[in-house]
């Protein structure tokens, strides 16, 4: 474990010797490329003056409640598709074109239905989430082998508790790398959103990226591009990794 | 090996009536007829095993007493009743191990109990450690499904079916894919099970050997359509050993009549 750690932190050491040797070099203009310290010094003067803290609020909140909206609907709908024909033949043709779509292509459909309000930014989010998740879920349970519901049927399980105690958890593995995937799809349609619309109820991150490339300011163009990367590592750690680990456990296979 | 007495002869009460029951299955090329005319009666506490070929309609006459598939003619009782849905009464073990990878053993076992009895979560607990000691698992009942041998899982399966105390018993060739030696402690367990608890076992297998070793009756199945060609008792005394002469000289007659209708089928 400590090996491991050592090495990580080597390699990642060994990046940003990389970089601020490349910057010494002077190959291309500072303006460009900055070095390593100049963008911690933007991240700690972002960082001090509270710009950083309630950008990222602000963009976590969107993502998390978009997200969680995603969810919500996508869950349900995927597992009417996989049980009903008729569901599959609508919503989850629908869902299979809807998901090719690029979920920046939401985004000037949402600035006109609502404006430059907070409704919008859901709207992109939700939008890039719910369709991949629909059909995550949809292959997730027809994947199921029929002898397990057939097992707690002659076990006196019906309707609801078959769903609940059979059919979910046994798409457990599938509906989880869903997620995970519904969670990319947010994360980069609420970036594009946020650089592309100006919204004036809140300053997320994607608008300081935006303003960044606007003042021509390359260390926090870097830094706050750096903070993206963070966010999304963080939750995959704490969020996905036990998660999955915990299904390695019980499966015994990494399933999806 | 333990030795056991002779188990009481079954009550005359019959738990299982099945009378001319047909099943056709219609599939985009084929019509099959699966099940013809099957007539059958089960007592009570009795251990019946059901032979046959591949493909004979054996598993599905199964699902219909589970009542997971239904007949399209005749009538299937269990305990006087119609049987039109599967029930707790009838609990049936499949030829794959049908255990949920998402819980554990003693979760797996403890899922029926949860469904078919009024029991405290401490009396669960307490059944499904008691037949976890049966299949003598109890000590895996923390284990993941996927750390356990073929032979274990189908041990925890048995338990599982067991712990909300069926009266019936439907094995759909629940030791087919285990080796002879998993297979050969398995038939030894399950006689001692039924003489201790002595639930009516419906057992379908396409060895008769197996079949020998374990039921009081052998009916004898042949394909397209699936029909009851003969029937054996069998008078042996328990526990049965699969290598015993005696048994030997059963299944070989039991192949022979067997191999006569699979025969004249070929030969049309």
């Known amino acids: 474990m400590i090996t491991r750690w050592l090495a990580a932190s080597l390699f990642f050491v060994g990046l940003i010797l990389a970089w601020h040797l490349v910057v010494k070099a002077q190959i291309w203009s500072p303006l460009l490329l900055p070095s390593p310290a100049s963008v911690f010094e933007y991240l700690q003067g972002a960082a001090q003056d509270g710009t950083l803290e309630e950008a990222t609020l602000v963009t976590v909140r969107r993502l998390l409640i978009g997200y969680g909206l995603g969810i919500i609907v996508g869950l349900p709908l995927g597992l009417l598709t996989a049980s009903f024909r008729w569901c599959h033949d609508t919503i989850g043709i629908l869902a299979l074109g809807l998901q090719t779509l690029p979920s920046v292509c939401w985004v000037p459909l949402a600035l006109l239905w609502f404006g430059q309000s907070e409704s919008a930014m859901l709207f992109v989010v939700v939008m890039g989430t719910v369709w991949s998740l629909i059909i995550a879920t949809d292959n997730g349970v027809r994947t199921i082998p029929p002898i397990y519901s057939r097992a707690a049927r002659t076990m006196g399980s019906t309707g609801l508790h078959t769903w609940t105690h059979v059919i979910v958890p046994a798409a457990l593995p599938f509906l989880l790398s869903g997620m995970k995937q519904g969670w990319a799809f947010a994360w980069r349609s609420l970036m594009a959103a946020e650089i592309y619309v100006t919204i004036l109820s809140g300053f997320g991150l994607g608008q300081l990226l935006h303003y960044g490339r606007e003042l021509h300011a390359m260390d926090q163009v870097i830094g706050v591009i750096l903070v993206i990367i963070v966010i999304g590592l963080a939750v995959d750690k704490s969020l996905f990794a036990p998660t999955e680990r915990f299904m390695y456990r019980r499966w015994g296979t990494a399933r999806g | ?268």
């Open chain 2, 1 to 268: 090996m333990l030795t056991i007495d002779h188990p009481p002869a079954p009550s005359q009460a019959a738990k299982l009536v099945l009378n001319h029951v047909s099943k056709w299955f219609q599939t985009s090329s084929l019509h099959v007829h699966a099940l013809d005319d099957v007539t059958l009666r089960i007592a009570e506490g009795e251990f019946v095993c059901l032979v046959g070929p591949s493909g004979c309609g054996k598993s599905t006459l199964l699902n219909i007493i589970a009542g997971l598939d239904h007949a399209d003619s005749g009538t299937v009782q269990a305990d006087g009743k119609p049987i039109d849905e599967p029930g707790p009464h009838r609990l049936m073990m499949f030829q794959e191990s049908a255990l949920f990878p998402w819980l554990t053993v003693l979760g797996n076992v403890l899922f029926g109990l949860k469904l078919s009895n009024r029991l405290s979560a401490a009396e669960r607990r307490e059944k499904a450690e008691y037949f976890l000691e049966l299949v003598g698992l109890k000590r895996f009942m923390h284990s993941n499904v996927h750390e356990l041998s073929g032979g274990m899982k189908q041990r925890v399966a048995l338990a599982r079916a067991l712990a909300p105390n069926p009266s019936v018993l439907l094995m759909d060739e629940p030791f087919g894919a285990l080796d002879a030696l998993t297979r050969e402690q398995l038939y030894g367990d399950i006689q001692r099970i039924w003489s201790q608890h002595r639930k009516t076992i419906l057992f379908v297998t396409h060895n008769v050997r197996e079949a020998v070793c374990l039921g009081d009756r052998v009916i004898l199945f042949s394909p397209h359509p699936g029909r009851i060609r003969e029937e054996f008792a069998i008078p042996l005394p328990r526990a049965r050993d699969i290598n015993s002469v005696d048994l030997a000289r059963y299944a070989t007659e039991i192949t022979r009549v067997l191999k006569g209708y699979v025969e004249s089928e070929v030969a049309g």
